[in-house]
């Protein structure tokens, strides 16, 4: 018996394929939101007092647009592990299959 398998061979591409995709996807939108893309800026958390109590308000908006790039950054980082779980879960599922009962 192998230790330490947790999942199925299925499972565990379909967790590296969306691992991939998930950080793709996030790590692109990490870099728009830093870079400050204006077709973003439906997804910063904008209120009323960051554009009329501050006296500057595109750096505080910056700084808005740089959170949420910090975020998207991070749940990337979180993709990663999952997809090293699952890739560590393929080659266990790989090493069962060549033991013999």
């Known amino acids: 018996m192998v ?5 199925g061979p299925k499972l565990a ?25 204006a077709v973003l800026i439906e ?3 904008i209120t009323d007092e960051d554009l009329h109590q501050d006296s500057n308000p595109p750096t505080r908006i910056y700084d808005l647009y740089n959170k949420v790039g910090y975020n ?3 749940a990337a980082a979180i993709y990663v592990v999952f997809g090293l779980l699952s890739c560590c879960q393929m080659r266990l599922n ?3 299959a060549y033991l013999v009962h």
Not at 3 to 7: K, M, T, V, Y
Not at 13 to 37: D, E, K, N, Y
């Open 72 to 74: 998207c950054f991070i």
């Open 13 to 37: 591409a379909c967790g590296v394929v969306l691992s991939l995709w998930g950080v793709v996807m996030l790590a692109l939108l990490g870099i728009f939101f830093t870079t400050h893309a």
């Open 94 to 96: 790989k090493q069962k």
């Open 3 to 7: 230790r330490g398998l947790i999942c």
């Open 43 to 45: 997804d910063v958390p």
